[in-house]
């Protein structure tokens, strides 16, 4: 049997549902406008985002095109909110820069102590349906009005992002879930993201 979403339903009221299939997620999702679909990401907690990772299991591929298009000239920014226990809200900030995809997290309320994370993101190997952010490779320069490139090898930054990989997975064209490692290993923390 299909599950089918109640008119009223909310993205967390879905996702307690014992039923709840990745493809329903999508239905709801894209049918919200993008303030919508980005507060109710925003409305997401950490079981509800644990969750929403393992039901986004089974989806379709999500590319480096699906999250920054090769076409696009300007940064595309994605709004996002995380299982930590303060600084919940952030944007992560994408761009192409000679062939490659770079990133960034924008959190005016902690940069100053984590500096701006700096990452890459490419395929993930061995996960041909999942992207992966790298904060381990970081561009050599920053693209133009971006804050300046640190390494996260040293500092505050390196307690941050120090060894990160976050993989992500598709729940909608503008919307991926992501679960951190460090050093390979998860690390129990889950990321929502929506392409604002």
Known sequence: MVAVANANA??????????????LLQTHLDALDVEERVRQCRALGKKQQRRLWEVSAEAP???LEDL???SATAEVR?????????F??????????????VGYNFNPGIAWFTGPGYFTTVQAPGKPKEILFDYTQVPSVAPSGWPAVKPNTGGTGKLVYGGMHDFCRRVCQTVIIGAATRLGKPIDAYFVLART
């Open 10 to 23: 909310t993205f967390a009221d879905l996702l307690a549902r014992p039923d709840c299939t990745q493809s």
């Open 61 to 63: 591929a999500f590319t």
């Open 68 to 70: 920054i298009p090769s």
């Open 78 to 86: 994605w709004a996002g909110k995380n299982s930590l226990p303060l």
């Open 88 to 101: 919940t809200h952030f944007e992560k900030r994408f761009f192409r820069q000679s062939g490659t995809v």
